[in-house]
Every structure is written in C-alpha cells, then in structure tokens.
C-alpha cells in the first residue's frame, strides 16, 4: 500500500479519532501547548522590542543575542534543559519559548524603526508625552510587523512544539514518534498532515488579524504603498499628510 | 509580506496546493527507497544503530576488518531495528553487530526463546538464505525492567513477576516502539497481571532522560539495557527474568554473502575476546569518560592484541 491511501485510511479511521490519546484531544493539546507558548514568548519579547524600538539603544545586542537564539538546535535544548528539570512539559516548553522569542522580538522593534521618524517629531512637535508616543504612535504604526513577528513564531512552533512527545505523551508529535519507531508510516505522515493543517489554519488567523490591526491612516488612500512587493516596503501615512499642508491652524 | 493582503491568500493558496503534490509524490513512489549500492565490490559496508554501545562494536569490528586488510564504508547511526532491517535483508550492509534475541523476535514473532545456545540457533534458521550470524560473543546487552534500588527494597522485589506486590500505580517509561514490543506493558498485564498505569514515552533509548526520570520517581519501571553503566551508577536495579520473557541477546555479527571466511575468522576473533564485562567497561568509556567510539575501540583492540 502507497504511503498516501495509508495515510488517508489512517486520518479516516474512526477510532482513531474517539480513543483517548485520539486525534481531537492531541490537537487540542497541540494547539494549547502552542498558544500558552506564544503567550510567555511574547510577554518577555514585545516590552523589551519596544523598548529597543522606542529608544533605539540596544539594537545591536538584541539582534546578536537574538540571532544567537535562532541558532540554538531545539531538540538539543530540549534534552539539555529536561536533564536538569526531568521529563514532561517544562523542558519542551522553555526549548520552545526561546524559539519564539526571537522573531517576536525583531517585530516588535523593527516595527517601531519602521515608523518615518518624522511622524515620531511630529507626535512631539504637538506636544505628546513619551508615553502617548508609544501608546498612540508607535504602537498602533508598529503593529502590522509585530504581528507578522508573532504570525512567523507561530508558524515555528506549532510544527516544533512536535517535538514535546519526546519526553511527554503529549501532541501531535506522538503519532511522529510512534509511526517513526514501529514504521508505521501512515500515521507519521496522518500525524504531519495534520501538523500541516492546523498550521495554514493558524496563517489564515493571522492573515485576518494582520489585516483588521493595520490602522487606518495607514491603509486609508494608498495602500500599494504597503503591500510587500519585490522591494520590503514600508507602512507609511497616507501621503496627504505632508509638510506644510494639513498641519496649518486656521486661527 | 507582512503587510501584503492580496498576496497571501495567493500564498496560502501556493502552500496548500504544493502539500497536495508532495503528498501525491509519496503516493507514486516509495521515497525511503534508495538507488542500489555503488560502492566499490571489495567494500564492506559496516553499520551500527543509532546507540553508543552499537556503534562501539561497530567500530571494533571495522577497525579489525581494516587491520585485516579489507576496505570498511562506515554506515553508521541507522536508528532502530525496524529502520535498518529491510536494508540488511537487501544487502546494503555488509556486518551489522545484532543481538540475538530481539534480532530473533523481529524476524519471527512467534519466536520460543530459551537459552543463549537455543537463541542463537533459532535466529541462525530463521535468517533469510542471504544472511549468516557468526559465533555471538560472551557479552549480552540484554532489554530488562529496571527500577530504581529504593523502590525495589521498599517492596522487596527481585524478578519481574514480584512486581505484583507493588500497591502504588506503576508508569512504564520508553521508547515508543516499547508499548508495541512483545515484552512490552501488555505482555506484563497478561503474563504476570501487574497493573500497568501508563505509558510515558522517553525516546532516547533508555539514555540520561530515561535513567532521569526514573530517579526522580517520574516513572516507576524503565527498559534500560543491561550492559548500561547507568545501572552501576545511579543505583539502579534489572529485575532478574526467570520465565525468559526477553530473550537472550548476545552480541554476534550479522553478516552477508560479501563476507567471506578470512573476514569471518576476523570476526570470530574478536566475538571470542568480547566478554559481558568488557561491554559495560567499553560503553562506561563511552558514558563516563566521554571517549570517541573510534578511540574506545583501537585502545581495546591494541589491549586485546587483535590488531
């Protein structure tokens, strides 16, 4: 029998779909374990990408660090930080975090660069606090490609997070490990299929979210400006705002 | 393309119809499968699992080749014995160090066992015309249920079957091909009635995160091979196995037709100069000292005056 009619009558199979390590409890687990994931990774990564960002000091350690997380081998991590803390979650949890962090990181602070720094004086030049800058300026102008940050973390642990069942029953990683081992090669490839799926499911998610955060001056009027094309283009005001022209008090 | 709208439905669109071919590719053809061997004909092809212990052997056994005067190509690493099996029946590997008894349990599930001598005649008939074993070594690494010292004084177990007396719930950690082999959980349920809690799996072949977990109590009962130096070093203890539910597994060369007498008396020597107790002392160089398995290997060799 050829891997895809296997694969398929494994997906198809009833009973692996009611069972107790079955395919709608392990996708739960997957899909929570990702989400939980995200949510720390972002708790440390999105502060400290705005703080980066706002100030632009500190640029040049966080994309060396940064880079040298990217670098890290998961598995590795994994088996180094579950020698210490043992078996279960923890240890794919932290291997996982550390994945996600840098892409959020450098969304979170290149979204700020990205910002027209005359937009940034000009914020200033009414009189807007620090603190307004960041919450009504940069935040909201910075959004699109922290999204896309968090949209590409997503994307790298939902497939890694696979990896959890190495030391725990525990996701869709288990139908990997198990199919690998006893060559059952319909439900590694059923288990992968349905890493894939939940994947472009998450994308879709993203694709909406991304769409609906960027702000309105920023999409109003020309959004060709925005749309990445060949050239990495930038999301900038629509260009009626220009000097001189809507920035006149009429007394 | 993060702020691109139109571009990535197009996008998700790409992804969805490029899984859909490579899906469709597997369909059409077997992709595990591997165009016919071009070495050179005089070649032996020498492969190990992906195991320390394994590859030691392995590597014993390519160096005395060399020392003999053949050419070794090193295969080694190949995972577990499901993964290589099929390509040792097809001839792509020359020497491969087996053990006898899983060897035996794989190639026939219904298998009898017994002792070492019976073990080693019954995997000598059950091995495809194309295969031989040689003479197996002294040495075994035997699969065994291993617990930890405190828990088998705290309820006084020895063998496998005392684990009935055991009253808190029992978790099985492993492999995940463990839970499905005929020692697994099931045949503990059946054979003997212990009650089996869970299954948690650990796959790295009864190495450091299984021996962990196990002495942090995280499972209770753990497949740790029993020429691990683990066992000596954390305290650990290998249940004995009266009614032979693992198989004896002695160490012997399983070798194709390109291995001819002059290669196989080079085998034979060195089998007959492996004992049980060099097998834990070269795997605790390996665990212990941290030395390569090339380095583990000339030293024992030079020590045993086989090169």
Not at chain 1, 118 to 139: N, W, Y
Not at chain 2, 23 to 52: K, M, N, R
Not at chain 2, 119 to 138: G, H, I, K, N
Request: glycine share 10%; aromatic share 6%.
């Amino acid at each position: 029998m050829s891997f895809l009619t296997e694969t398929v009558a494994w997906l198809l199979d009833p009973a692996n779909w009611v069972a107790d390590g079955g395919i709608p409890t392990r996708l739960a687990q997957h899909l929570l374990f990702t989400l939980v994931t995200l949510l720390v990774a972002m708790a440390i990564a999105v502060p400290i990408g705005f703080l980066i960002g706002h100030t632009g000091k500190g640029r040049g350690f966080a994309v060396a660090t940064s880079g040298a997380f990217r670098a890290i081998p998961t598995l590795g991590l994994l088996t180094l930080v579950a020698l210490w803390v043992g078996i279960g979650l923890n240890a794919p949890f932290v291997a996982l975090t550390v994945l996600a962090i840098p892409p959020i990181l450098a969304g979170a602070y290149t979204g700020f660069e990205a910002i027209d720094r005359k937009i940034i004086d000009a914020a200033r030049a009414v009189g807007m606090s620090e603190t307004q800058i960041l919450l009504k300026v940069e935040l909201p102008l910075g959004l699109p490609l922290l999204i896309g940050g968090v949209r590409s973390a997503t994307l790298q642990v939902v497939a890694t997070a696979t990896l959890a069942a190495y030391i725990a029953d525990f996701g869709l990683g288990r139908y990997l490990f198990e199919g690998l081992r006893t060559r059952d090669y319909g439900q590694m490839l059923g288990g992968s299929v349905l890493v894939i799926l939940l994947a472009i499911v998450l994308e879709g998610l993203y694709a909406l979210v991304q769409k609906l955060v960027v702000p309105r001056g920023v999409t109003a009027g020309l959004p060709t400006n925005i749309r990445g094309g060949s050239s990495r283009s930038r999301p900038v005001m629509e260009p009626s705002i220009e000097e001189g022209k809507n920035h006149v008090h009429s007394e | 393309m993060f702020t691109a709208n139109r571009g990535r439905l197009t996008l998700i669109g790409a992804v969805a119809v490029g899984a859909v071919v490579a899906l469709a590719g597997c369909a059409s053809g077997d992709p595990l499968a591997e165009p016919s061997s071009s070495a050179a004909d005089s070649t032996i092809v020498v492969g190990s699992q992906a195991y320390y212990s394994n590859e030691i052997i392995a590597e014993i056994y390519s160096q005395a080749l060399e020392a003999g005067g053949f050419t070794v190509d090193r295969q080694f690493q190949i995972g577990q014995r499901e993964v290589y099996l099929p390509d040792i029946e097809d001839g792509k590997i020359d020497v491969f160090p087996e053990y006898t008894g899983s060897l035996l349990q794989a190639l026939d599930k219904t298998a009898v066992g017994g002792t070492s001598a019976e073990t080693f005649d019954e995997l000598q008939a059950a091995l495809p015309d194309s295969l031989r074993v040689l003479d197996q070594a002294d040495a075994s690494d035997q699969n065994s249920w291993t617990v930890t010292q405190d828990f088998a004084s705290m309820y006084g177990l020895t063998d496998i079957a005392s684990l009935t007396s055991v009253t808190e719930p029992i978790t099985v950690g492993g492999n995940s091909e463990l839970e499905t082999r005929p020692y697994g959980p099931p045949a503990l349920q059946e054979k003997y009635g212990i009650d089996i809690a869970g299954f948690v799996p650990v796959e790295d072949s009864g190495g450091p995160l299984t021996v962990k977990a196990l002495v942090d109590g995280d499972i209770q009962l753990a497949n740790i091979y029993t020429a691990d130096p683990n066992i000596k070093t954390n305290n650990l203890v290998a249940l004995s196995d009266p009614d032979g539910l693992f198989f004896p597994d002695n160490v012997a060369p399983v070798v194709s037709q390109k291995v001819d007498e002059s290669a196989a008396a080079i085998l034979n020597e060195v089998s007959a100069a492996l004992t049980a107790d060099t097998l834990v002392d070269l795997n605790s160089q390996s665990v212990n000292d941290q030395l390569s398995a090339e380095k583990i290997a000339s030293a024992w060799l030079t020590k045993e005056n086989l090169v």
